[in-house]
């Protein structure tokens, strides 16, 4: 599985952006997928998970209720709704893939695959 994401950019806070990852592979259908972000100077971390069936979905506290992990109408896609940002929120974000299917947890040495990353800039 090769992923792909795109979709970030600068916006200024309270505003939305949603990311996309496109993947490759024909056995997506039945991985977890999930995003990751990482702002300068600090750790990687969990953001948000759901699983192959789309049926159970997991967030980080700090993202709970402002963003929404869902699988796109485009085959082998997902997204991130990403509504009411804040200055916290920026990071490159990054797209990854578990093949333990219903797997929506924050380990990230749980995820198999990751994407290269799409960097998200929200400004005050």
Same mark, same amino acid.
């Given at each position: &599985?090769?992923?792909?994401?795109?979709?970030?950019?600068?916006?200024?806070?309270?505003?939305? =952006?949603?990311?996309?990852?496109?993947? @490759?592979?024909? +056995? /997506? @259908? @039945?991985?977890?997928?999930?995003? /990751?972000?990482?702002?300068?100077?600090?750790?990687?971390? /969990? &953001?948000?998970?759901?699983?192959?069936?789309?049926?159970? $979905?997991? !967030?980080? #506290?700090? &993202?709970?209720?402002? /963003? %929404?992990?869902?699988?796109?109408?485009?085959?082998? +896609?997902?997204?991130?709704?990403?509504?009411?940002?804040?200055?916290?929120? $920026?990071? &490159? !974000?990054?797209?990854?893939?578990? $093949?333990?299917?219903?797997?929506?947890?924050? #380990? #990230?040495? =749980? !995820? #198999? !695959?990751?994407?290269?990353? $799409?960097?998200? %800039?929200?400004? @005050?």
């Amino acid at each position: &599985v090769q992923l792909q994401a795109s979709g970030g950019g600068l916006v200024q806070a309270g505003g939305s =952006l949603r990311l996309s990852c496109a993947a @490759s592979g024909r +056995t /997506f @259908s @039945s991985y977890a997928m999930g995003w /990751f972000r990482q702002a300068p100077g600090k750790e990687r971390e /969990f &953001v948000a998970g759901m699983s192959w069936s789309g049926k159970r $979905t997991a !967030y980080a #506290d700090s &993202v709970k209720g402002r /963003f %929404t992990i869902s699988r796109g109408n485009a085959k082998n +896609t997902v997204l991130l709704q990403m509504n009411s940002l804040k200055p916290e929120d $920026t990071a &490159v !974000y990054y797209c990854v893939a578990s $093949t333990g299917g219903g797997y929506v947890g924050n #380990d #990230d040495k =749980l !995820y #198999d !695959y990751w994407g290269q990353g $799409t960097l998200v %800039t929200v400004s @005050s």
